[in-house]
């Protein structure tokens, strides 16, 4: 499994896919490293991840555009910082850095004849962020390859599969 030590540092941001598009096991491997990396801020839209709900450590602060699937509860508990904005002004404020962008984890389809990947389902602001060049040691992309991720048609957000960093998952 990734160890997110090695990525992260007090106080950086980390955002994921949302739905359908959620590296679930990276997240769950998050919340349980979390306690070693220290304070750090997170971003996604609709998670369906109970365990958000149930164990995110208190060193985890969330930030998305609504209280939506699970996040409901950390909505309701008061830990949910909700943006309130319009969804088309995601990318502006990843680029701006106004929402967490350190570290990117994504979902991905397992790579094509030339090793590429597609974000396939998560083609939003996922792929508004991933379209950023990776500078220096940081804003990285884990990735989470699901056999069943649909292929979408190749688009500036396609990359090279990070094999290095890959969970495969059935």
């Known amino acids: 499994m990734i160890d997110f030590g090695t990525l992260l ?5 980390v955002w994921w896919g949302q739905a359908a598009a959620e590296p ?11 306690a070693r990396i220290g304070p750090i801020r997170t971003f ?19 930030v998305s555009y609504g209280g939506l ?8 508990s008061g830990r949910l910082e909700v943006i309130p904005c319009h969804y088309s002004a995601l990318p502006r404020m990843f680029a701006e850095r106004l929402l967490p962008c350190d570290v990117g984890l994504v979902q991905v389809s397992p790579p094509d004849e030339n090793g590429r990947c597609s974000l396939g389902i998560g083609v939003d602001y996922v792929a ?25 048609g190749v688009h500036r957000a396609a990359h090279r599969c990070p094999h290095r960093r890959t969970r495969r998952r059935r």
Request: proline share 7%; charged share 25%; no cysteine.
């Open 24 to 34: 679930r096991p990276l997240v769950d491997a998050l919340i349980a490293q979390s």
């Open 69 to 76: 699937g699970e996040l409901r509860e950390l909505s309701r």
């Open 9 to 13: 540092a007090r106080g950086d941001g």
């Open 44 to 62: 996604t839209g609709l998670s369906w991840n109970d365990q958000l709900a149930v164990t995110m450590p208190a060193r985890m602060s969330m």
């Open 128 to 152: 508004a962020d991933s379209a950023r060049p990776i500078r220096g040691n940081h804003h990285h992309r884990p990735a989470t390859t699901r056999r069943s991720h649909p292929r979408t």
